[in-house]
């Protein structure tokens, strides 16, 4: 079982920055691939980032391309969003999940554990 507890949302100005961080539970964390998605009012839960047990490989969704990096640190059992020149459309809902596998994984279904999510609203 992994329990995965969110932080860092919160309200930015358009341009701003934010860095969400995602603390795991368990003694296998480096196993598992961990993703963060997010849900906006009235939309489906779409894949934002993810990155494999290892840290090497990593996938980002074109609309936040160049903009989020995701990371994670297998020493502290965190991962990392960190988001730069923030638009009105990344507000949402965003969570982070974990894969029971080291591989990246696209889709919600493909992801075993979810935290509670945490809130961030850009405002223009």
């Known amino acids: 079982q992994v329990q995965l507890v969110e932080s860092g949302g919160g309200l930015v100005q358009a341009g701003g920055s934010l860095r969400l961080s995602c603390a795991a539970s368990?003694?296998?964390?480096?196993?598992?691939?961990m993703g963060w998605f997010r849900q906006a009012p009235g939309k489906e839960r779409e894949i934002v980032a993810t990155?494999?047990?290892?840290?090497?490989?990593?996938y980002y969704a074109d609309s936040v391309e160049g903009r989020f990096t995701i990371s994670r640190d297998n020493a502290k059992n965190t991962v990392y969003l960190e988001m730069n020149d923030l638009k009105p459309d990344d507000t949402a809902v965003y969570y982070c999940?974990?894969?029971?596998?080291?591989?990246?994984?696209?889709?919600?279904?493909?992801?075993?554990?979810w935290g509670q999510g945490t809130q961030v609203t850009v405002s223009s």
């Open positions: 999940a974990a894969r029971r596998g080291g591989a990246i994984g696209y889709y919600t279904t493909t992801y075993a554990y």
């Open positions: 990155i494999s047990g290892g840290g090497g490989v990593t």
């Open positions: 368990g003694r296998t964390f480096s196993s598992n691939a």
